[in-house]
């Protein structure tokens, strides 16, 4: 069965109807489990289950203390264009928007490069607008060539690539890992979000893991972009998504990422605002569900909320962030979203390390991967 | 209690003499820092590094800088999801000073974290051949035992239950057989939670201990690391005292068929 058929086989309204109907006592009921499972999702998102977070999050910790340990791993994005073609309403890079457009040379991604591997960070994470047209595969190729000599481990956040395009990345050993939200994984949803450019085929987009997948990719972080639709609806389809690769394709790495969209993002006002209290929910209970998946944080989160959110689950952090095309070491460009967390790689250690956990800056090096 | 955990009972991995029964990693501390008491605690001789975790361009300014000179490095193949890659980041620790002890460890079950026991004895063969030191991470199971063997294996390291469970030797009759019927040093690796779970690995005769998580979450890495050693060592003096049989019916201490030779 694809992963799109299990997608339309969700039943919405069951879930928030489990969602509602559940009792304190069914919450006590998962946490005291052996092994938490897809059905026990939505009692751990329930309203009851908001009076049960310290329970929750003691159990988090508890799973991920025993299989992270007390590390953290780093690392920070590396935006090469903001060129799109796409009209995504809530992205202040959609193609409607009169912004400065900018592209990386191939010298300014040295630079870029060397300013970013100067600051400690091993690991990278490459973004890229959407234009095939500006950003085509040989450019994407040729600068990861160029990434790939400053970092031991990149990973890619771009446009949806074909089989045979992740093949030929994998295979020169320019990545090892692939981030693809699928924003929203309610079809009519993403596709009234969505509504011109390569962007708007939803089925594809669903596809892109697998495509990797099937080209060896080595690790892959999922997500849905929390704000579009209820959050308790898109927590089913990740989990159901993130189960499908786990089946598929075990022996691919699997983390999971929660980006949340803030109240106010430009002109865009998101629907379904997801609280503080609510994220950490998602995040605890995916913890349980999957405790072996690492779990990143993203800088859209304040300092003091990725501080405290740190011990219940989360297992990766970005630091010395920019979300500017050239952040690091040209004249910022807009930027893709106002990051709330502002501190260096250094402070995000000393951080850390007061914090009682351990920064790790390598994890991998693509020297140790044979394709 | 500050005697040595043993005097005259010596183990040998690979002709190597072994002080220590009880083999603990360098990962997941709080920080790096406490390496040196943790292993002072546990008097260990032989310590685990995930070589991932080193960078290969700058060894030295890793966490390797925390690890006395008179400890073995015992670099393991966390990461790698074939035998060829074991055998690639096998070549690399030896290439950047680690020496040529390897514990191969070949997961390519994200999920579980089992290892694959067919790529373990493949990349055994090739690193035995090679002439690294070789314990392989495996699944308790006879049959890939023997092959090891056969392999070149230096020691067999069985796992008492799956990654990160705690749930301490849930594989008990299949690593007794591993006991009873190999003839390397038995390692027990993974799932060691507590103590108590490590003394019952030595008192049904395991030769050794590999943990890591269970000291370095802990609140206090090193008190829990004179924990084990206390552990390690009380289960070994039962196993060598001659435990009692915790069979359903009693047993007298003089032979009930004796009298038949009066």
């Known amino acids: 069965m694809s992963f799109s058929d299990i997608l339309a086989s969700i039943d919405k309204n069951a879930i928030t109807t489990r969602c509602n109907n559940t009792t304190i006592d069914d919450v006590k009921v998962v946490l005291k489990k052996e092994r938490v499972e897809i059905a026990d999702l939505p009692v751990l998102l329930s309203l009851a289950a908001e009076e049960c977070l310290e329970e929750l999050a003691q159990k988090s910790l508890t799973l991920t203390r025993r299989h992270f340990g007390n590390v953290v791993s780093l690392f920070t994005p590396f935006y090469i264009s903001n060129y799109c073609e796409n009209r995504c309403v809530y992205c202040s890079f959609a193609s409607q928007r009169s912004i400065i457009r900018k592209q990386l040379t191939f010298d300014q991604i040295h630079r870029e490069a060397t300013v970013i591997s100067d600051s400690g960070i091993r690991h990278i994470l490459v973004l890229t607008g959407e234009s095939p047209k500006k950003t085509d595969f040989s450019y994407i190729h040729e600068s990861l060539t160029i990434i790939r000599n400053y970092f031991p481990a990149v990973a890619i956040e771009m446009y949806p690539l074909a089989e045979k395009e992740y093949g030929a990345l994998i295979n020169s050993a320019l990545i090892d890992s692939l981030t693809i939200y699928q924003e929203t994984y309610n079809k009519d949803r993403y596709e009234s979000l969505h509504q011109r450019g390569p962007k708007a085929n939803f089925a594809y987009r669903l596809d892109t893991p697998d495509r990797a997948c099937r080209s060896q990719i080595r690790s892959i972080t999922i997500g849905a972009l929390l704000g579009l639709d209820d959050f308790r609806h898109e927590a089913m389809s990740v989990a159901l998504h993130a189960q499908y690769i786990q089946k598929m394709y075990p022996s691919v790495e699997l983390s999971l990422s929660f980006p949340r969209l803030c109240p106010q993002e430009g002109d865009f006002t998101p629907e379904h605002i997801v609280s503080d209290q609510q994220l950490v929910q998602l995040v605890t209970a995916f913890r349980l569900l999957f405790p072996s998946c690492g779990i990143t944080m993203s800088t859209r989160e304040s300092q003091s909320f990725r501080t405290g959110i740190m011990p219940l689950g989360v297992t990766k952090i970005s630091a010395g962030v920019s979300t500017a095309v050239g952040g690091h070491s040209t004249d910022p460009s807009t930027t893709q979203f106002e990051i709330a967390d502002h501190r260096s790689v250094k402070e995000m250690q000393t951080d850390l390390l007061s914090q009682g956990f351990q920064p790790v800056m390598h994890d991998w090096s693509q020297r140790m991967s044979v394709i | ?262």
């Open chain 2, 1 to 262: 209690m500050h005697e040595k955990m043993n005097t005259t009972d010596t183990l040998y991995i690979g002709g190597n003499e072994v002080t220590s029964r009880l083999i603990t990693g360098s990962g997941k501390y709080r920080d790096d820092r406490i390496i040196k008491d943790v292993l002072a605690a546990a008097e260990c001789d032989i310590i685990t590094v995930a070589l991932r975790r080193v960078d290969l361009e700058k060894p030295k300014e890793t966490f390797l800088q925390y690890i006395p000179q008179d400890k073995t490095l015992l670099p393991n193949t966390s990461g790698a999801r074939t035998a060829q890659e074991a055998v690639r980041i096998a070549r690399l620790a030896r290439e950047i000073g680690c020496g040529n002890w390897i514990k191969i460890e070949v997961i390519n079950d994200q999920k579980y974290l089992l290892p694959d026991n067919h790529e373990t004895v493949v990349a055994t063969e090739i690193l035995a051949k090679e002439d690294f030191v070789v314990l392989p991470y495996m699944n308790a199971d006879l049959s890939t035992a023997r092959r090891l063997v056969d392999a070149g294996a230096a020691a067999i390291m069985p796992l008492g239950s799956p990654i990160g469970s705690n749930r301490g030797l849930k594989t008990l009759e299949l690593i007794k057989i591993l006991i009873d019927e190999v003839e390397l040093p038995i390692i027990v690796d993974a799932g060691i939670g507590r103590p108590s779970h490590a003394a019952q690995a030595m008192e049904i005769g395991a030769d050794a201990i590999l943990l890591n998580t269970a000291i370095a979450s802990s609140q206090d890495p090193v008190r829990m690391a004179r924990a084990f050693k206390h552990a390690v060592w009380a289960g070994r003096e039962a196993f060598l005292a001659g435990l009692g049989d915790s069979s359903e019916t009693a047993r007298a201490s003089s032979p009930l068929t004796g009298f038949l030779n009066s």
